[in-house]
């Protein structure tokens, strides 16, 4: 596993690798591998984004990070929308120079109807494949099925006039 953030070292990779359960090292060398940014873009078969939304951070995959990517990579972002420059990603989609994307979050949420995203096409006359998710894949389908059995049980309390769950005030 490749890793780079502003701030990682190797030994703090090494230690979460400890913290986790993980050995440091197997057959292969480190679990986790600290790289350079440019490295970790150019190395990447499947590149997710996990990082922080700040001032600092917005925009942080940027145009020239994307076009270093190999043309089979595929890149995830399930972490914050305004991390990645979209419409340089779009634009790298659209021209199929990556093999594909999931993307969970988006620069405006909900994604409105007109964006470039719900352009048809997908994965055809050469574009990348792309998968859209509306801000929810992090949600497992149990956790999903208790979130709706407790809507339904609300609006059963609503009905009877009984006391409702987790009001705010």
């Known amino acids: 596993i490749l890793a780079w953030s ?9 230690e979460k690798a400890k913290a986790l359960g993980l050995p440091v090292e197997d057959e292969d060398g480190k679990v986790f591998t600290v790289v ?13 984004v996990h990082y922080v939304l700040s001032d600092r951070s917005r925009g942080i995959v940027g145009a020239e990070d994307l076009a270093l990517l190999k043309p089979t990579a595929l ?7 305004p991390l990645v ?6 634009e790298v989609l659209e021209k199929g120079d990556i093999r594909g994307a999931a993307i969970d979050v988006f620069e405006i949420e909900p994604l409105p109807k007109e964006s470039r995203w719900r352009s ?13 998710s509306p801000h929810m894949g992090y949600v497992e389908e149990e956790t999903l099925g208790q979130w709706y059995e407790e809507q339904v049980e609300i609006l059963e309390r609503w009905h009877k006039g009984e006391e409702l769950l987790h009001v705010l005030a």
């Open 36 to 48: 350079s940014k440019e490295e970790l873009f150019k190395q990447a078969d499947v590149f997710s």
């Open 6 to 14: 502003s701030s990682l070292t190797q030994e703090a990779a090494d």
């Open 75 to 81: 890149f995830v972002n399930t972490s914050r929308g």
């Open 120 to 132: 048809e096409g997908w994965g055809t006359e050469g574009r990348s494949k792309v998968l859209l």
């Open 85 to 90: 420059d979209e419409a340089a990603l779009i």
